[in-house]
């Protein structure tokens, strides 16, 4: 039973995207409208968003918790990520979340609608990867 549970959002989605004629793109849900009408305006022709084939940033593929005293590459992961979805930030991509760090951080998630702690965890990984790697804007 439990794997069946597993199983049949996987199926759903299949069958839908076999199903149906259009394209299907993955975006992060945010409950402020303007975020939403970022993505509309910035958004490819077609309304699509759409992603390079390579990681805009190469540093690490691992995704800690990270927060203001974290240091080493995940670090400049995260730094190059704010710098790809924040455009102008020119954060200093030297490893260690410091305050200037913490400050992008906060920046982003009240772009992106997210909870605004500072931290870069799980949530706030994915939408830097997904915003960082957008052709869209964030801010």
């Excluded at 199903?19 to 490819?44: I, M, N």
């Excluded at 240091?71 to 020119?90: D, T």
């Amino acid at each position: 039973m439990i794997q069946m549970r597993r199983l049949l959002p996987c199926v759903t989605v299949v069958a839908l995207l076999a199903l149906g004629s259009g394209t299907a793109v993955a975006s992060p849900s945010s409950p402020r409208a303007e975020s939403r009408a970022a993505v509309t305006a910035a958004a490819e022709p077609g309304g699509v968003i759409t992603h390079g084939a390579d990681d805009v940033c190469n540093y690490t593929n691992q995704r800690p918790t990270l927060k203001t005293g974290s240091s080493g590459r995940a670090v400049q992961q995260a730094q190059c990520y704010l710098n790809n979805a924040i455009p102008g930030l020119g954060l200093d991509e030297d490893g260690d979340f410091g305050p200037v760090t913490a400050r992008a951080t906060k920046q982003f998630q009240r772009c992106a609608g997210i909870t605004v702690d500072g931290v870069i965890a799980a949530q706030t990984w994915s939408f830097l990867v997904f915003w960082a790697n957008s052709t869209a804007e964030v801010c």
